[in-house]
């Protein structure tokens, strides 16, 4: 493995990795495992899952000029100077390569008595989010004051548990807790100066702590904006009904007084039943209802940790609670995005599906690219050669890409051949998104004349096919045997017949079309990159791309067959071959007969995966109005819109899968066929 992706060094903090004694007593868990060994892993400890662990440190400061923070935590944590809120972070990562954060606090510190309060989380989970469910939690902290450090994270630190977070349920892929927040709690108002920790514990060292390699997070920390209801509905009983005008993603937050013990039920959800009330049991399965219990004071401020997807919302109180109205808010949370592209198509019809796409990744974006936002969290390979690409077109800004492809090459370490998501415990395989991995680095260098990244990083992206064709090829070079999932298209009913046996979790038999397609079009990337960088060529594709003809191409149709020994031909079966420019060259019918494939099964039958080739394809070949009739197509963006829509969907309707994200980003990187600077 090339050493050059950690060239930055693990950065040396004074402070050590501190937890609670309860966290410091359990042995780590491992969580790498390819995805079909995953039985062969200890199971989960339950007892230990949604643990939120404070921290606070009293400390004295003279006059001074500038303070900063370096601070991380595993899982994730909040920080508060002086009962402010500071910030959050840091984003996802591996104890082998965890991120942390670097603030410039000098606002929130004064001379004299001074507290530093953080709020962490071990989630215990073994999800799409983090790498959780592993046993391990802790913090780690440096505060700098005119170049001297005068904290640093270590057992002088309080600790105690937040007693006022309980769980009520999980959602999504056991994506989050929903929970109950009890304002009348022990640990509320944990961030104040004045709040009483004498009976709070002293932390103790993270008897793990050696293990983490911390390094700074190259990408920018969250914003947040406060977003007023755009509508207010009262309901009977002193209820309201919110509508915030959009989707955005965070958390609601409002204030209330009532009854000691006290009840408040709240439900978010992306979109209203029929008889008006929200639904809160979404699409996407989950099920979006939390509590607000009164403490019996004259005001309780709701403060929630973890975020949803969500635009309405309903606060329904119990006989003798008062809501604040005018308190209530969504607090939505997003990556810093500055539009610096325009949408270079004339026709206003485009215009709306611009502004759709663009919102979408203005408020969609986190400290990585998801691709939903709610039911997965999930940073995925596959999407996210799309929608970074196509968010790094639209702001300019390629830092995220750069983080993307350190990120995934460090996973070599589970496998040569990659896992499906990001910085996380879930170790998914979809034999496709390394391909396109390689595919996007291609775009990378083409876009970015970035020849020295690429240059330093060539080596491991040509491992990954290196470990495909060791694992898989057969005599021909054709894969083959393959115990990774091909997705082909998601869901499954996009797969227009696919005539291979590609069934997630058990190994694929078949010699078929579409992962040859994706693995020769590697190939060619590959090529195309060494050239770029001055390198050899990687391979000779010009084997694989008449093998694959041998065995796939259909002469008297002049169309691709799915699979070896196969008649049928289908629509993921031609889309990635025709983008990879597979069809013989002499064969001066293939083009034509492709168009026609399209135009007959009709774009509602191709999905999220196969738009974004087709509509290279298409621009490759000179087809720009062929591809704006697909873009203006009624079953496509136009019916996200016609259905409501504020950011993308999961596809092209609301009932198109069984668990359809109402906030969706894949869909979005069509912005990629509009943009221009």
Same mark, same amino acid.
């Given at each position: 493995?090339?050493?050059?992706?950690?060239? +930055?060094?693990?950065?040396?903090?004074?402070?050590?990795?501190?937890?609670?004694?309860?966290?410091?007593? *359990?042995?780590?868990?491992?969580?790498?495992?390819?995805?079909?060994?995953?039985?062969?892993?200890?199971?989960?400890?339950?007892?230990?899952?949604?643990?939120?662990?404070?921290? $606070?440190?009293?400390?004295?400061?003279?006059?001074?000029?500038?303070?900063?923070?370096?601070? =991380?935590?595993?899982?994730?944590?909040?920080?508060?100077?002086?009962?402010?809120?500071?910030?959050? %972070?840091? +984003?996802?990562?591996?104890?082998?390569?965890?991120?942390?954060?670097?603030?410039?606090?000098?606002?929130?510190?004064?001379?004299?008595?001074?507290?530093? #309060?953080?709020?962490?989380?071990?989630?215990?989970?073994?999800? !799409?989010?983090?790498?959780?469910?592993?046993?391990?939690?802790?913090?780690?902290?440096?505060?700098?004051?005119?170049?001297?450090?005068?904290?640093?994270?270590?057992?002088?630190?309080?600790?105690?548990?937040?007693?006022?977070?309980?769980?009520?349920?999980?959602?999504?892929?056991?994506?989050?807790?929903?929970?109950?927040?009890?304002?009348? +709690?022990?640990?509320?108002?944990?961030? $104040?100066?004045?709040?009483?920790?004498?009976?709070?514990?002293?932390?103790?060292?993270?008897?793990?702590?050696?293990?983490?390699?911390?390094?700074?997070?190259?990408?920018?920390?969250? *914003?947040? &904006?406060?977003?007023?209801?755009?509508?207010?509905?009262?309901?009977?009983? %002193?209820?309201? !009904?919110?509508?915030?005008?959009?989707?955005?993603?965070?958390?609601?937050?409002?204030?209330?007084?009532?009854?000691? %013990? #006290?009840?408040?039920?709240?439900?978010? %959800?992306?979109?209203?039943?029929?008889?008006?009330?929200?639904?809160?049991?979404?699409?996407?399965?989950?099920? /979006?209802?939390?509590?607000?219990?009164?403490?019996?004071?004259?005001?309780?401020?709701?403060?929630?940790?973890?975020?949803?997807?969500?635009?309405?919302?309903?606060?329904?109180?119990?006989?003798?609670?008062?809501?604040?109205?005018?308190?209530?808010?969504?607090?939505?949370?997003?990556?810093?995005?500055?539009?610096?592209?325009?949408?270079?198509?004339?026709?206003?019809?485009?215009?709306?599906?611009?502004?759709?796409?663009?919102?979408?990744?203005?408020?969609?974006?986190?400290?990585?690219?998801?691709? /939903?936002?709610? !039911?997965?969290?999930?940073?995925?390979?596959?999407?996210?050669?799309?929608?970074?690409?196509?968010?790094?077109?639209? =702001?300019?800004?390629?830092?995220?890409?750069?983080?993307?492809?350190?990120?995934?090459?460090?996973?070599?370490?589970?496998?040569?051949?990659?896992?499906? /998501?990001?910085? /996380?415990?879930?170790?998914?395989?979809?034999?496709?998104?390394?391909?396109?991995?390689?595919?996007?680095?291609?775009?990378?260098?083409?876009?970015?004349?970035?020849?020295?990244?690429?240059?330093?990083?060539?080596?491991?992206?040509?491992?990954?096919?290196?470990?495909?064709?060791?694992?898989?090829?057969?005599?021909?070079?054709?894969?083959?045997?393959?115990?990774?999932?091909?997705?082909?298209?998601?869901?499954?009913?996009?797969?227009?017949?696919?005539?291979?046996?590609?069934?997630?979790?058990?190994?694929?038999?078949?010699?078929?079309?579409?992962?040859?397609?994706?693995?020769?079009?590697?190939?060619?990337?590959?090529?195309?990159?060494?050239?770029?960088?001055?390198?050899?060529?990687?391979?000779?594709?010009?084997?694989?791309?008449?093998?694959?003809?041998?065995?796939?191409?259909?002469?008297?149709?002049?169309?691709?067959?799915?699979?070896?020994?196969?008649?049928?031909?289908?629509?993921?079966?031609?889309?990635? #071959?025709?983008?990879?420019?597979? #069809?013989?060259?002499?064969?001066?019918?293939?083009?034509?007969?492709?168009?026609?494939?399209?135009? &007959?099964?009709?774009?509602?039958?191709?999905?999220?995966?196969?738009?974004?080739?087709?509509?290279?394809?298409?621009?490759?070949?000179?087809?720009?109005?062929?591809?704006?009739?697909?873009?203006?197509?009624?079953?496509?963006?136009?019916?996200?819109?016609?259905?409501?829509?504020?950011?993308?969907?999961?596809?092209?309707?609301?009932?198109?899968?069984?668990?359809?994200?109402?906030?969706?980003? =894949?869909?979005?990187?069509?912005?990629?066929?509009?943009?221009?600077?």
């Amino acid at each position: 493995m090339v050493s050059v992706i950690l060239l +930055a060094l693990s950065v040396v903090f004074g402070g050590r990795w501190i937890t609670d004694v309860e966290m410091a007593a *359990e042995k780590p868990r491992p969580v790498n495992a390819r995805q079909l060994q995953q039985h062969r892993l200890p199971p989960v400890n339950p007892a230990l899952q949604n643990r939120h662990i404070l921290f $606070r440190k009293h400390f004295a400061l003279k006059q001074f000029g500038k303070g900063i923070v370096r601070i =991380t935590a595993d899982d994730y944590y909040k920080l508060y100077i002086n009962g402010a809120f500071v910030g959050q %972070g840091p +984003a996802s990562g591996t104890p082998e390569h965890t991120y942390f954060n670097e603030i410039d606090v000098s606002r929130w510190l004064h001379p004299g008595h001074n507290v530093i #309060a953080v709020h962490t989380y071990y989630q215990g989970l073994v999800n !799409r989010v983090w790498v959780s469910g592993d046993n391990r939690h802790g913090l780690l902290m440096d505060l700098e004051v005119d170049g001297r450090t005068v904290v640093k994270s270590d057992e002088s630190f309080l600790t105690a548990r937040h007693d006022a977070f309980s769980a009520i349920g999980k959602v999504g892929y056991d994506t989050q807790f929903m929970e109950r927040y009890d304002a009348g +709690a022990k640990a509320v108002g944990f961030e $104040r100066t004045d709040f009483d920790d004498s009976a709070w514990t002293h932390a103790v060292a993270h008897p793990h702590g050696g293990d983490y390699s911390v390094f700074p997070q190259p990408t920018p920390m969250l *914003e947040f &904006e406060s977003i007023k209801p755009r509508t207010v509905q009262s309901l009977p009983g %002193g209820g309201l !009904r919110l509508d915030f005008g959009g989707i955005f993603v965070g958390s609601l937050a409002f204030s209330a007084h009532g009854p000691k %013990g #006290a009840e408040i039920v709240m439900r978010c %959800g992306q979109e209203l039943n029929a008889d008006g009330s929200v639904r809160w049991k979404m699409r996407a399965n989950c099920n /979006c209802e939390e509590r607000f219990v009164m403490s019996g004071g004259s005001r309780d401020t709701l403060n929630q940790f973890d975020y949803k997807s969500f635009r309405f919302a309903e606060i329904l109180p119990p006989k003798g609670v008062k809501v604040d109205v005018d308190s209530v808010r969504l607090v939505a949370r997003h990556a810093p995005f500055k539009l610096k592209a325009k949408n270079k198509l004339a026709d206003p019809r485009f215009n709306p599906i611009w502004k759709l796409c663009v919102d979408s990744f203005r408020y969609g974006v986190q400290e990585q690219m998801m691709d /939903c936002m709610e !039911r997965e969290k999930g940073y995925y390979l596959g999407d996210g050669c799309y929608t970074i690409l196509a968010c790094s077109i639209l =702001t300019d800004d390629w830092t995220a890409a750069r983080r993307f492809f350190d990120d995934f090459l460090r996973i070599r370490k589970i496998d040569r051949g990659l896992v499906t /998501c990001g910085n /996380c415990s879930v170790m998914q395989e979809i034999a496709e998104y390394p391909m396109m991995f390689i595919l996007f680095a291609d775009w990378y260098l083409q876009r970015t004349g970035d020849i020295a990244f690429i240059r330093d990083r060539y080596d491991a992206f040509a491992d990954i096919l290196d470990s495909y064709r060791e694992r898989y090829a057969r005599s021909d070079g054709l894969l083959v045997n393959l115990d990774k999932w091909c997705v082909v298209e998601w869901p499954a009913n996009f797969q227009d017949g696919y005539d291979a046996d590609v069934r997630e979790g058990k190994v694929c038999t078949d010699v078929h079309n579409v992962i040859n397609a994706w693995y020769i079009g590697a190939v060619q990337c590959m090529n195309d990159i060494a050239k770029r960088i001055g390198h050899a060529p990687y391979a000779d594709a010009k084997p694989l791309e008449n093998a694959f003809r041998r065995v796939f191409w259909d002469s008297s149709r002049h169309l691709f067959v799915d699979r070896e020994g196969s008649r049928h031909v289908s629509l993921p079966g031609n889309v990635y #071959a025709s983008f990879f420019n597979l #069809a013989p060259q002499d064969d001066a019918l293939a083009h034509q007969a492709f168009l026609k494939l399209v135009r &007959e099964r009709k774009y509602s039958s191709i999905s999220i995966f196969q738009f974004f080739p087709l509509f290279c394809y298409l621009e490759s070949k000179g087809e720009r109005e062929f591809l704006h009739e697909l873009m203006l197509s009624p079953d496509a963006w136009l019916r996200n819109l016609r259905e409501g829509a504020t950011r993308t969907f999961e596809g092209w309707g609301k009932d198109t899968k069984w668990n359809t994200s109402l906030f969706h980003l =894949t869909i979005a990187s069509v912005v990629v066929f509009m943009a221009e600077l």
